[in-house]
T-cell receptor
Framework: DAKTTQPPSMDCAEGRAANLPCNHS???????VYWYRQIHSQGPQYIIH???NNETNEMASLIITEDRKSSTLILPHATLRDTAVYYC??????????????FGQGTTLQVKP | GAVVSQHPSWVICKSGTSVKIECRSL??????MFWYRQFPKQSLMLMAT?????????EQGVEKDKFLINHASLTLSTLTVTSAHPEDSSFYIC????????????FGQGTRLTVV
């Protein structure tokens, strides 16, 4: 079973920030929080990941609470092309390529004009 | 980011025939690749872990004799759906992580299988 809980759907106005929450209250100390998104009929796309510090890249920012039990993915200026299903996943991260991704139901983000 | 390619992107086959789907890491090597299946309006479900040079590891409830996995090299894994039936119609997706570098997984574009 997935170890994360996300709202099933959210709307966001184009140009505004989209804040997608995720609960992962049973996360272990060596588990990272990963975010992926899936646009209809395509493979998932990696967005960002973090362990305990906040992270930012060209796509998004990841805010992880101090107790690590929840996190928020922030798309600073949502566009129509950001409409997708967003998945929050916890997994063991390592320098090797082990670690399975167990997908939950994700959040369907609808960006509206 | 790293590129994972699947072939074919879509395939239609007759019931009872077998279909092979390829997953290639184009610019990196991977000892482990993962195969997922996704039904309409559902999330991805992990089917199996493909291990280079050894047997695949299947998730509970996935028939290993029906979904044959071969990982012959560090850049190629294949999934063969044997004796396909209409209920096998689905979106099949593979993923891989580079041996070196970051820990994120990269996904193929998926293969839409329709069994008629």
């Amino acid at each position: 079973d997935a170890k994360t809980t996300q709202p099933p759907s959210m709307d966001c106005a184009e140009g505004r920030a989209a804040n997608l929450p995720c609960n992962h209250s049973t996360i272990s100390g060596n588990e990272y929080v990963y975010w992926y998104r899936q646009i209809h009929s395509q493979g998932p796309q990696y967005i960002i990941h973090g362990l305990k510090n906040n992270e930012t890249n060209e796509m998004a920012s990841l805010i992880i609470t101090e107790d690590r039990k929840s996190s928020t993915l922030i798309l600073p200026h949502a566009t129509l092309r950001d409409t997708a299903v967003y998945y929050c996943i916890v997994r063991v991260g390592s320098s090797s390529n082990t670690g399975k991704l167990i997908f939950g139901q994700g959040t369907t983000l609808q960006v509206k004009p | 980011g790293a590129v994972v390619s699947q072939h074919p992107s879509w395939v239609i086959c007759k019931s009872g025939t077998s279909v092979k789907i390829e997953c290639r890491s184009l610019d990196f090597q991977a000892t482990t690749m993962f195969w997922y299946r996704q039904f309409p309006k559902q999330s991805l479900m992990l089917m199996a872990t493909s291990n280079e040079g050894s047997k695949a590891t299947y998730e509970q409830g996935v028939e290993k004799d029906k979904f044959l996995i071969n990982h012959a090299s560090l850049t190629l894994s294949t999934l063969t759906v044997t004796s396909a039936h209409p209920e096998d119609s689905s979106f099949y997706i593979c993923s891989a992580s580079p041996l070196t570098g970051g820990t994120e997984a990269f996904f193929g574009q998926g293969t839409r299988l329709t069994v008629v």
